[in-house]
């Protein structure tokens, strides 16, 4: 292809003019240098991506793409686009739709102080599993979800089967129903307003409104019972464990045939989280 010099025609050489050079205004000694102004370049989808890790990284048990996109603002398509991209690059990993660190960002990340933290949760629920004689578990309210984190159970005490998804039946299991006791009634209708009441068993509370009078009537510290509301043959007990705006819960449950047990079981263990509650507070946000 032929192409056309546009270059302006030149002109003829003008003199060399004598330059003068201006000697460099000196700093007083002692004086700072001023800061260079920050680039003002910033790549959005690289800002979005590293929200997406770090909320990410604040759910070692996993979150759903959902969840992720209405915790850091994002439109779901552009949440799904930036998740996969970082699955294919090996920051994240999927898995049963959920998303978890990768190998990738394992190894950019320091975990070692929060791995200290989970342990020493773990620790604790494994000692009371073994003293009170009941599986344990360690939940959180988190951005709006439900979190069993932590469980601690033996071939003796074995845990509950998650057959509904736990996240999406807070109204129906004491773990729920805890953390939902400890939220104002704003939270507590958002919540119910993503996961509508459903009847589990025939024991299920039956609507919304009942959800709400009963939990309404729970004591700040008292623990919260449910007998085969979630699954039958299984009751659980739940203490609320509340640390500034964050609601957690430590649960027991046992077989329908130990609901006697249940009561002098969930009183025993507040008593116990009571003795370590300030281990429990630095380790809240495992």
Not at 135 to 161: H, K, N, Q, T, W
Not at 238 to 245: N, R, S, Y
């Amino acid at each position: 292809m032929a192409t056309v010099d546009t270059a302006p025609a030149k002109t003829p050489a003008l003199p060399a003019q004598p330059r003068t050079r201006t000697p460099p205004a000196r700093r007083p000694s002692g004086m700072a240098v001023p800061p260079q102004p920050a680039p003002t370049t910033l790549i959005g989808s690289v800002q979005r991506a590293m929200r997406l890790l770090e909320t990410v990284a604040a759910h070692p048990y996993g979150a759903p793409a959902k969840q992720l996109a209405r915790a850091t603002g994002l439109a779901l398509p552009t949440a799904y686009h930036l998740l996969r991209t970082l699955v294919h690059e090996g920051y994240l990993r999927r898995d049963k739709g959920l998303f978890f660190l990768g190998d990738a960002a394992e190894r950019l990340s320091s975990s070692g102080a929060r791995e200290k933290r989970r342990g020493r949760v773990a620790d604790m629920l494994a000692h009371w599993r073994d003293s009170i004689g009941a599986p344990m578990y360690y939940a959180m309210y988190r951005d709006g979800e439900i979190e069993v984190l932590c469980v601690a159970d033996s071939r003796e005490s074995p845990a509950a089967e998650e057959w509904a998804d736990f996240r999406e039946t807070g109204h129906a299991h004491a773990i729920g129903q805890c953390l939902l006791s400890q939220l104002d009634e704003g939270a507590r209708r958002e919540y119910l307003a993503r996961y509508p009441v459903q009847a589990l068993t025939p024991y299920t509370v039956r609507d919304s409104d009942a959800l709400l009078r009963r939990l309404a009537r729970v004591r700040r510290m008292e623990p919260v019972t449910e007998r085969q509301e979630y699954a039958l043959g299984t009751v659980c007990a739940a203490v609320p464990i509340t640390v500034g705006a964050t609601a957690a819960t430590m649960a027991i449950s046992l077989p329908a045939h130990q609901a006697d047990r249940l009561l002098p079981a969930a009183q025993r263990l507040q008593t116990e989280i009571g003795r370590h509650l300030g281990s429990l507070t630095l380790s809240i946000s495992i």
